[in-house]
T-cell receptor, first 112, second 114 residues
Framework: ELKVEQNPLFLSMQEGKNYTIYCNYS?????LYWYRQDPGKSLESLFV?????AVKQEGRLMASLDTKARLSTLHITAAVHDLSATYFC????????????FGKGTHLIIQP | DVKVTQSSRYLVKRTGEKVFLECVQD?????MFWYRQDPGLGLRLIYF???????EKGDIPEGYSVSREKKERFSLILESASTNQTSMYLC?????????????FGPGTRLTVL
């Protein structure tokens, strides 16, 4: 059974700081997704990582995938308040899997 | 832009009632999904469908059923609602030969069962 663990689950940080959210998963996978959810809103796709070593960047967010370590990171550079949200990673379980398995989410608060 | 809509944002029902949650997507997506989201548990897959009239159980199908009579519409049915089904319900869809291409989510339905 595929397990996806994110940490931290809760993070409060100040504007201007850098931080990393980690996503570990338990079985081999070549596809990993990052989503953002604002309070009371639905999930918005941020990144799709499709191979080992993949790196994607959008503004102050950068995601990477290491399939050998079964680890993805979401790095936040010089955080701003607008990035406050809950971030989810989701992993493709591969052939025969029933869609994506989501982590529990990282609730990020960025304070001025 | 992909648009996934859900019939209600908020719903309050009584224990034992039959509840229908509707989801419609306008991008001709093959696959549609129903999740529930609970604090501390993340998203859990209830059911998914990869074609009209086709359905597959997800991780937590007990107490739920689904219907997909048309490609654009996927309904989640609670045959006899219970208080432990109080939750946020999210519908999603995607396109492609792989079920695990990027999923696009609807706005969610917050269901309260009294």
């Amino acid at each position: 059974e595929l397990k996806v663990e994110q940490n931290p689950l809760f993070l409060s940080m100040q504007e201007g700081k850098n931080y990393t959210i980690y996503c570990n998963y338990s079985t081999t996978s070549d596809r990993l997704y990052w989503y953002r959810q604002d309070p009371g809103k639905s999930l918005e796709s941020l990144f799709v990582l499709l191979s080992n070593g993949a790196v994607k960047q959008e503004g102050r967010l950068m995601a990477s995938l290491d399939t050998k370590a079964r680890l993805s990171t979401l790095h936040i550079t010089a955080a701003v308040h607008d990035l406050s949200a809950t971030y989810f990673c989701a992993v493709d379980g591969g052939v025969g899997a029933d869609g994506l398995t989501f982590g529990k989410g990282t609730h990020l608060i960025i304070q001025p | 832009d992909v648009k996934v809509t859900q019939s209600s944002r908020y719903l309050v029902k009584r224990t034992g009632e039959k509840v229908f949650l509707e989801c419609v997507q306008d991008m001709d997506h093959e696959n549609m999904f129903w999740y529930r989201q609970d604090p501390g548990l993340g998203l859990r897959l209830i059911y998914f469908s990869y074609d009209v009239k086709m359905k597959e159980k997800g991780d937590i199908p007990e107490g739920y059923s689904v219907s997909r009579e048309k490609k654009e519409r996927f309904s989640l049915i609670l045959e006899s609602a219970s208080t432990n089904q109080t939750s946020m319900y999210l519908c999603a869809s995607n396109y492609g030969t792989g079920i695990t291409d990027t999923q696009y989510f609807g706005p969610g339905t917050r269901l309260t069962v009294l």
